[in-house]
C-alpha cells in the first residue's frame, strides 16, 4: 500500500521536513496510488492528479489542523485525505463504509468543510476569517478552487465581500487548468485564459516580490484614468480584476512547481489583505491517458490502469439521461420554441447531442444553477419553451428562482432532472434526494416521476405541451428496458395499475414501481396478495387513484419512492387521505430522515430497506405489527 516515501507520512507536518527530490517521490507515489484506487472503484482522477503539488506545497507552509485548508468542491482533495491518514481507506474510495470521494468533516479534523456542490469554499473561508477575527486568532486561511468554480455566483459573491473586509492571512490559490469537467465556459474563463497567455509566468523568489512590490497600483491606474485599453492594462497590471475586487493577484504561476508554490504561499501569507494566487495547472497530471482527455477522466467508472480504458459493462438498456435527449432531440425538430440549458454539465445531462444539433437554442452558463433558471423564466417570458436540465441535488442552489422567477409567474419552464434518487458513489452531497419534496410544495408547479424510459419519453413529451412549470424527475443509470416507442403521446394523469392484490395497495413512483413489483411477488410467495399502481404524477395527484386503493379495503396502503419520506410523495398521499375523509394503514418508505452516505446504489439501497426484500420485510413486520393492534383492540 502506497510507495516508500508515502508509506512514511504520518501526518501533514511530516511533509515539511522532506527534500525537493522527497517530495517529488511523494507526489509520484500519491499520483500512482490514486491511479490505483480509482482504477477499481472509479473516482474524480484527473482533478485531483492535477491538485497534488499545489496541496504538497500548502501543507509545507500550513499548520494543520490550526490554519485552515479550504476545497472547493472536494473532488481534487485524494492527495490531502491520503496524507491525514486516510491512506489504509483509500483503496475502499467511493465504496460503502470506505472514504468518501469529498472532504467530510466527520471523516477528519483536517477536512474543514462537507464538500461536493461548486464554489461555496470562499465564503466558507470567509466565514472561517470572520470568526478568526472576532476571536483574535490568528489561523491562516487559504481556499483552492478551480477555474470552473470560481465563476459560479456564490464564490463571486463571497469574492465581492471578501475584498471590502481586506481580511488579512487569507489566501486563495486559482487552480487553473482551463477546464470545468469539459471546457471552461464564459467570460472569467476568457479573461483568464488571456492573463495564462500574454503573462510570463512567475518563476523566482524574486519575481514574486517584484510581483508584489507592484500590487494596489492598477486600482491607482484605473482612477486616474491613465490607461485607456484595457489590455494595456491588462499587460502592466495582470489579474486587474481581482486587484479591482480589492485582492492582491500573484501570477500566473506554475501549479506544479512545489518550490515556486511554497515561495509564493509564504509571501501571499505576509500581505496585509487577501490574495489570489493564479496558479496554472494540468488537469490529469501525470497519467497520460487522462492529460489525453481530462473530461472522461473528470469523474470516470473502473478502468484499466494500464491503458486507461474505461472497464464497461455492457448497458442492460440505454440510459434514462440518453432517452431524454434523444426525446428532446425529436421534439426540437418539430418545435422550434424548444431551447435547452445546462449548468456545466451538458455531457453529463445528455444535451451534447443538442447541442450540435441546434447551436442557437443551447446555453451552458457555467456553475450556475440559479441562473439557469431564471435565465429560462426569460426565456419563457419571450414565449420559447426553456428546457432546464439540470441535476436533482445541483437544482437546490436555486430554490427561490424557481418559486419567484418560475411558479409566480406561472411561466411555462421544463425542469428535467437527472440523477433523482440515490445516486451511488458520490454520496450524501450528490443523492437527489429533496426534489419532490422541495417543488411539490410550491405553487403552479406540477412534479412527474416516470417508473421507465417510455414513460420518460412521454412525460417529456407532456411536459413540453403543457403550460406552467413542470418537472420530470429520473434516476441515473440503465432504463428498464422496455421499448420505446417511435411517436411519443400524452402522459394520463391518471395512475395505471399494474398488478392486482387484496392484502397490500403499493402506491409507488419512478424507480420505486419496478422495486415494487418485484417486493409484491416476494410477498406473494408469503402468502399475501399485494396490487400495484405506478402513480406517474406526483402533482398533480391522482387522489381517484389513492381513492380507489383504499376502497379496496387493504390491510395496509404502501407509499413508496427514492425521496426523503418526509414531505414528498408519500406525504402528499396522506395529505390527500385526510383532506379525502379516506381510512386505511399507511406504511411510508422512502429515504430516512437522515443523510444517505456513498457506496454503489444497489448496496445503499439494501442499506436504508429499499430493496425488494427490504420492503417486503417492512410490510410483513407492519402487518404483524396491525395484527397485534387488532388483537389488542379486540381484548
Ligand atoms: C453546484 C454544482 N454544480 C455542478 C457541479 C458538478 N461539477 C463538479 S466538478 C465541476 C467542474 C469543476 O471545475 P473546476 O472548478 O475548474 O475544477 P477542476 O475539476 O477543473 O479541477 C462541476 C461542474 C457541482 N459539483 N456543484
Redesign the pocket.
Known sequence: MGGETLARMTCPADVKGLSAKELALLAQDLRVEMIASTSLNGG?L??SL??VELILAAYRVLDLPHDKLVF??G??AYAHKMLTGRLPGFARLRQLGGVSGFTRRGESPYDVHDS????DSIAIALGLAEGRDLRGSDERILTI??????G?GLAMEALNTIGQRRKRRFVIIL?D?E???SH?TGAISSYLASIRTSQRYITTRDAVEDALSRTGLGAGLVRLGEMAKASTKQLLVPGMFFEELGFVYLGPIDGHNTAILEETLRSAFEVDGPVIIHAVTR?GKGYAPAERNPELF?GIGPFDPETGVPVKKPAAAPSYTSVFARTLEQEAESDSRIFAIT???QGGTGLTGFAAKFPQRFLDVG?A?ECAVTTAAGLAIDGEVPVVAIYST?LQ?AYDEIVTNVCLPNLHVVFAIDRAGIVGQDGSTHHGALDMAFLRSIPNMSVIAPSDEAELADALHTAIAMDGPVAVRYPRGAGMGVPVPATRSELPLESRVLREGTDVAFLAVGKMVDVAMKAAKILEADGLGASVRDMRWVKPLDVRGVRAACAARPRLVVTIEDGVIKGGFGSAVLEAMADEGLHAPVLRLGLPDEFVGHGDVASLLASIGLDPQGVADSVERRLGAEDARADDDHR
Open positions: 474524480h484527473a482533478s492535477g491538485a472547493d468542491v473532488h481534487q461536493g456542490h461548486a464554489s478552487i478551480g477555474d470552473a468554480s470560481i459560479g487552480n487548468n477546464m470545468s469537467i471552461t488537469k473528470h449548468a456545466a454539465m456553475i444553477e445541483f442552489r
